[in-house]
């Protein structure tokens, strides 16, 4: 293939958008929802701009609209808010009934999907993601909202009996756990966001939330939706700086619980501000190093193709994203042959075209960070080696190669978020091994290879050093019934459908002596409904 890609076309004029994906106007955004009011602001507003680069703009990024810059004085609105509407457990959301926060989840789904085609489009626009997967992130939202209530179905079920032991009646069930900061990532905006907001809700719990920097208009239409489906002050929203906002709610000790999905550096930050660290439960999703291992007997198609989808997949800004691989030396050559060709055949332009796999990065100066790791590699002895590798225009960067990489460079310790590739030979299977030990981070490890003898003793010291090892497959999350974390700086509690319950709950008992006066009493309580949690209704 010729060097010479049409780089140009990643530029377009208003006129030449397809009118069913066209922005009319800006999104200005001027509200807020905080104790169940959806408020006006009328402070300074943050700017959006769109990856997306408009010719009419000399080739420079297109204003989508603006937000609101909230002050410590609505952080401290929302934190009160979220208070009054626990109260110690006390308030109408924690006391409801199972079956009945069930229902105002369904809900609440029933309202969002109504959203669907402006949420989509607006998640394509503010971080540039292809329109397949801005669906597709959209629609596995859904579905694991849906998974979610039968998850707590299942739970429940399971809990409404009754145990007997040693003379003790007890039922055990959970309990909400109190007032939760949830914030998301901004490659994920919607789906991640909400696999902590949605279980952290229907298992009881207050929430202040908190969109990421990028990927905040696209929660907008879906205020309504918060404020209708829920009592008031369960849901409250916040906009602006992190540091400005969430300070003074750890510092507070009133956060419960945080949620983040993000980067170690600012979830130890904000666990460190919490005055009772004993106190606050944190369910994190932090950063990952992944290594793709392929081995010298690996099917070379296979290893190429997940390879090259499980590293440059939404530009490489995943955290299951492969960020470094491993190629034996026996195969390299035939390897960076093969994966270089199908970097070649990558369809890149913008988020609407069809099949595209490449687009422009929503990160300001994000090309120009990669730019420097390729650099420090290249002044260290890698090169790019394929075509057309690290050209940039603008907010668009082209997947480089990089071979070989050491131990020296920076993107061998980084995690680039981006479209880098990089590749290093290995003799014996201790050097990947070793990557791996002496890495920060512990999410998931890819292998590929034929040889069942050599696969199964890297499985025996892998499931020691990550949580996930994948066989002849890329890393990834899904499917969500899968638990989702990872060891070191990686993660902190479980995040799949069901572990997601048990991370924003707490398990609670009641226990009553086996008498002939306490066995009326608690009869008493079940067969006339008289509590919501100490029941043995079967939820369908």
């Known amino acids: 293939m010729s060097s010479n890609k049409n780089f140009e076309k990643i530029y377009i004029s208003k006129n030449e958008i397809p009118k069913e994906y066209r922005l009319e106007t800006q999104l200005i955004q001027d509200e807020y929802l905080i104790n169940g009011v959806i408020k006006q602001w009328k402070?300074?507003?943050?700017?959006?701009?769109?990856?997306?680069?408009?010719?009419?703009?000399?080739?420079?990024?297109?204003?989508?609209?603006?937000?609101?810059?909230?002050?410590?004085?609505?952080?401290?609105?929302?934190?009160?808010?979220?208070?009054a509407a626990y109260n110690y457990g006390m308030g109408e959301w924690p006391q409801m009934k199972v079956s009945d926060r069930i229902k105002a989840v369904e809900n609440f789904t029933f309202k969002m999907l109504e959203k669907r085609e402006e949420v989509v489009n607006v998640l394509m626009w503010e971080i540039g993601k292809p329109l397949k997967d801005s669906q597709k992130e959209f629609d596995r939202t859904i579905d694991y909202i849906k998974d979610t209530i039968e998850a707590l179905k299942n739970l429940d079920r399971k809990n409404s009996q009754l145990e007997i032991e040693s003379g003790i009646l007890a039922q055990v069930k959970r309990s909400p756990l109190g007032v939760t900061s949830c914030m998301g990532p901004f490659n994920y905006p919607l789906n991640e966001t909400f696999t902590t907001l949605i279980p952290a809700l229907i298992m009881g719990n207050s929430v202040i939330f908190k969109p990421p920097k990028f990927g905040v208009l696209l929660h907008k239409p879906l205020l309504e939706a918060f404020r209708d489906s829920f009592p008031k002050g369960v849901v409250n929203t916040l906009y602006g700086s992190g540091e400005e906002l969430l300070t003074p709610l750890m510092k507070s000790g009133k956060i419960d619980v945080l949620a983040f999905i993000g980067s170690s550096k600012v979830a130890s930050t904000l666990q460190h501000h919490h005055p009772k660290p004993n106190r606050l439960r944190s369910v994190l999703s932090l950063e990952a190093k992944n290594v793709g291992i392929v081995m010298p007997d690996a099917n070379l198609e296979i290893a190429v193709n997940e390879c090259v989808t499980g590293s440059l997949s939404f530009n490489g800004q995943r955290c299951t994203a492969l960020k470094i691989l491993y190629v034996h030396e026996n195969i390299v050559g035939s390897f960076l042959e093969a994966f270089n060709e199908k970097i070649n055949e990558i369809k890149f332009g913008l988020p609407w075209d069809k099949d595209v796999q490449i687009t422009a990065l929503p990160e300001k100066n994000k090309t120009k960070y990669l730019k420097e790791l390729i650099d420090d590699a290249v002044s260290k002895g890698s090169k790019v080696i394929n075509q057309n590798g690290g050209i940039i225009k603008d907010t668009f960067m082209f997947p480089a190669v990089l071979y070989p990489v050491n131990k020296n460079m920076r993107v061998y310790h980084e995690e680039q978020f981006g479209p880098i590739v990089p590749i290093l030979t290995y003799k014996n299977i201790q050097e990947p091994m070793q990557y791996l030990m002496e890495s920060n981070y512990g999410q998931q490890v890819s292998i590929f290879g034929n040889n069942s003898d050599e696969i199964a003793k890297m499985v025996d010291s892998f499931v020691n050093q990550v949580s996930r090892v994948n066989i002849n497959a890329q890393c990834q999350r899904g499917p969500d019934i899968f638990p989702f974390t990872g060891r070191k700086d990686s993660a902190q509690s479980t995040l799949s459908v069901s572990d997601a319950l048990r991370a924003f709950s707490i398990r609670s008992m009641v226990a009553i002596k086996e008498t002939s006066e306490n066995k009326e009493i608690l009869t008493n309580i079940l067969r006339n409904h008289k509590s919501n949690f100490l029941s043995t209704d079967f939820i369908l």
């Open 43 to 83: 402070g300074p507003k943050q700017d959006v701009y769109s990856p997306i680069c408009l010719k009419e703009n000399e080739n420079k990024q297109v204003k989508l609209g603006s937000y609101p810059i909230l002050t410590q004085t609505e952080a401290q609105e929302a934190l009160d808010s979220a208070v």
